[in-house]
Nanobody, 123 residues
Framework: QVQLVESGGGLVQAGGSLRLSCAAS????????MGWFRQAPGKEREFVAF????????KYADSVKGRFTISRDNAKNTVFLQMNSLKPEDTAVYYC????????????????WGQGTQVTVSS
């Protein structure tokens, strides 16, 4: 049974930083591209960042490019999202996602999801 468990969310002031972690179990981690989506109240789930199986390729939403960095540790089955220069519009529930082999930006494609972690950025 695949489990993705996010941690690291919280309340931060605008301009601050947070680091999200997602610990994966029940899957062959190195076969999966891993990533993050987010969903704000009343809005659809949207792509944030994704990383390929080796960590050698990444993709970011334009809204977070230059501020967020995705990385992974295959020895620990964990993916990270370092979020800097946070803005109030980054407020959302952040979801970890796993997609077999390839990076995706479509919320309909990942095969597995975490439960989400709340990120709130105050102005």
């Amino acid at each position: 049974q695949v489990q993705l468990v996010e941690s690291g969310g919280g309340l931060v002031q605008a301009g601050g930083s947070l680091r999200l972690s997602c610990a994966a179990s029940g899957l062959t981690f190195s076969r999966y591209a891993m990533g993050w989506f987010r969903q704000a109240p009343g809005k659809e789930r949207e792509f944030v960042a994704f990383i390929n199986w080796s960590g050698g390729s990444t993709k970011y939403a334009d809204s977070v490019k230059g501020r967020f960095t995705i990385s992974r540790d295959n020895a620990k089955n964990t993916v990270f999202l370092q979020m800097n220069s946070l803005k109030p519009e980054d407020t959302a529930v952040y979801y970890c996602a796993a997609n077999l082999y390839v990076i995706t930006t479509k919320a309909s494609e990942p095969s597995d999801w975490g439960q989400g972690t709340q990120v709130t950025v105050s102005s």
